[in-house]
């Protein structure tokens, strides 16, 4: 058999409860019950859920995880090729040469070197920033990366 409570909770406020309504207390009813039916309340617009929060660090890991395990590259494809051909037309300015082409597997190689290079450099400076005692990393800590690492890679 189930148990059941039969105790009724503890309550200061009168008429927290049904059973304790003014009516059966033997109380007088207030004027504004004695004129009839309650209105109906307007019911105003459902409300808007909260979007989740979360700590700080825990989406910037997620994100990591995700960039560490996929192997696409970082960059857009088509802003990267806009900025290759900028660079590449302030070289041949003063030249005879007024257009110039590239090959699509030229610039996914050009593009899959220099997010390499960016994320190798990244490593690094990371690196300068952890022997500093940071978690930030800092333009001094790309600077430090660049120079000990030389002319050749830097």
């Known amino acids: ?3 059941i409570n039969t105790r009724r909770p503890a309550t200061t406020k009168a008429g927290a409860y049904p059973r304790d309504s003014p009516s059966r207390r033997g ?5 504004e019950r004695a004129r009839g039916p309650p209105r109906q309340q307007i019911q105003g617009p459902a409300p808007i859920k909260k979007a989740k929060r979360y700590r700080p660090g825990t989406v910037a ?3 990591i995880r995700k960039y560490q395990k996929s192997t696409d590259l970082l960059l857009r494809k088509l802003p990267f ?3 290759v051909r900028e660079v590449a037309q302030e070289f041949v300015t003063g030249t005879t040469m007024t257009g110039l082409r590239f090959q699509s597997h030229a610039m996914l190689a ?6 390499a290079y960016l994320v190798h450099l990244f ?3 990371n690196l300068c920033a952890i022997h500093a005692k940071r978690v930030t990393l800092m ?3 790309l600077q430090l990366a660049r120079r000990i690492r030389g ?3 830097g």
């Open 139 to 141: 333009q001094k800590d």
């Open 61 to 63: 890991l997620r994100e």
């Open 123 to 125: 490593e690094d400076a």
């Open 151 to 153: 002319p050749l890679f």
């Open 27 to 31: 109380e007088a009813q207030s004027p």
């Open 81 to 83: 090729a806009r900025l």
């Open 110 to 115: 050009l593009q899959e070197a220099a997010e």
């Open 1 to 3: 058999m189930a148990r």
